[in-house]
């Protein structure tokens, strides 16, 4: 990033820029007229805020929160006050702000945008699990855009406020974790105002007592989701690309640039649909794909088998992931590779230098490790209940044994030491601030 964030975000339309994919992506928030952003950090989304938005706060209103569903409450804040929020969490954090996430999803009623950019990390190279929250997303009924490239990061927020305001829904940013973290080129975009949404006197209908929830309900499936299944039908962000027709190629967000990678590499022959929303899914558009394709269809997803399957439930035969698969990300040589066009050769395996990742220079965690690394060698220590964060890695220095989730440290030493009460002091739990 050569230019300054605040450089970047007031240069002309069309200048190019070669940017990080969650820099492309803050400052498309700041020229799309987005008036908050608030978020926990998680790696890979943490650059949103960190080196983007930080940076140009007098651009934008923007906070770091406790968590990430005290993140996404500050945005239904903002949006209840009429603006324009994005909240930026990786997959996991997501589940922390499931209450916040699954109630707000009901609320159909005229309020500022509400924009969640949730990154992936499904190898996982610094996230605790590879669970796919698709499915979460559907049962949901909230409106997905998974980018495909850089200059889609760049654009998505104020895409995704147009949608969110049209709909009145809350919209999920799917962004894939190699364009979070890659650089790629980019055209700013045209810099936007957006005046804030005309909201009522009275704010009771934001509530999600059982009375209102019903209504709410029946009004999402009565008007919300039908006109939006229309527009994730007709929307030409949707990209059909014809071939001969012999062989056709499904897909979205990440893995759209591996599939022209290969197609670029071997000459490939290929119909491509490439989409742009995975929920709704276009099913209308897909089964038109599907039809004028003589050969095989391919699916290629990062995550489980979610446009698989939906595919399928459908009656479209399709090649795709095995059931129970151990594959969750994709590469260029494995999509050559199912497609026949590589063949697979088996590796000696190669046993990698050990470099685990470690406490930063000067950190007083480092200190701590010292004193647990005491206590067990004087063996008057024999379990550390860990916490997830930076903390996670005393793991690394023999400092910590178990590791689950925010805050939940000191509650496993509560329910273990309550069956065990002949061990409650020699085991310790560790709850504290990281990333």
Known sequence: MANSMK??????SGQAEVLQGNIAFASGCVRGGLH??????????????????S????????????????????GHGHSLAGRDCVVTMKIPGLFQAGD??????LFVQERGALVYYIASDFTPSSTQHTIDPRYLFKSCFTPVYEPRNHQEMHESAALAVEISRRFKSQVVIMAAGHLCHSEGLVRLMPIQTREPANMPESLKSFNVLPSVARKNYDIMMAERMPALQKFVEESPLNKWEQGSGAIGVITYGGCDMYIREIQKKYGLDVDILSLAFTNPLPLELIRRFHHSIQGDVYVFEDGYRYLQDGIEQAGLKVIGKEPYTTLTEWTPALVAEKMGLLRHE???????VARPPIICAGCPYRL????VALLRKKKQLDVVFGDIGCNTLLYFMNALD???AMGASEAERIGYVLSRPEQAGRVISLIGDGT
């Open 346 to 352: 088996p590796r000696q395996a190669a046993t990698p």
């Open 36 to 53: 908050a952003a608030d978020g926990y950090p998680g790696t890979p989304s943490s650059e949103v805020i960190d080196r983007g938005l």
């Open 402 to 404: 178990t590791g689950l």
């Open 368 to 371: 701590f490790a010292g004193e």
């Open 7 to 12: 450089q970047i975000c007031t240069a002309p």
């Open 100 to 105: 916040i996430f699954t109630s707000g999803a």
């Open 55 to 74: 940076q140009v706060q007098d651009m934008i209103t923007v906070g770091w929160s406790v968590n990430e569903a005290v993140a996404a409450a500050v």
